[in-house]
């Protein structure tokens, strides 16, 4: 069975970091591109990040980029996620998800699987 499972997620003060792991098993993770969307309570799911195969480029939403950075181990079958200076609009529950193709427009694409989610609060 394919799955992907968040982890790292916690309550971090503002300015604080946290790193989220994603790990993959049950498919050939290497295959996949593998993206971060978030969920704030009452908001629309967003679109954060991504990173290709062979970790060759990523995108990031305007508003984590300097902040955020991903990165993905192969061998681990695992994307982290490491945010920086995080900020009380970053609350969301942070969902990885792994998908084929590539481009700017990587949020629309139609996602092969996705994981259960981690929640991350930041406090003020």
């Known amino acids: 069975e394919a799955q992907l499972v968040e982890s790292g997620g916690g309550l971090v003060q503002a300015g604080g970091s946290l790193r989220l792991s994603c790990t993959a098993s049950?498919?050939?993770?290497?295959?996949?591109?593998i993206g971060w969307f978030r969920q704030a309570p009452g908001k629309e799911r967003e679109g954060v990040s991504c990173?290709?195969?062979?970790?060759?480029?990523?995108y990031y939403t305007d508003a984590v980029k300097g902040r955020f950075t991903i990165s993905r181990d192969d061998a681990k079958n695992t994307v982290y996620l490491q945010m920086t200076n995080l900020k009380p609009e970053d609350t969301a529950n942070y969902y990885c998800?792994?998908?084929?193709?590539?481009?700017?427009?990587?949020?629309?694409?139609?996602?092969?699987?996705w994981g259960k989610g981690t929640l991350v609060t930041v406090s003020s």
């Open positions: 990173i290709a195969v062979g970790a060759g480029a990523s």
């Open positions: 049950g498919f050939t993770f290497d295959d996949y591109a």
């Open positions: 998800t792994a998908f084929r193709g590539w481009g700017p427009s990587w949020r629309d694409y139609a996602m092969t699987y």
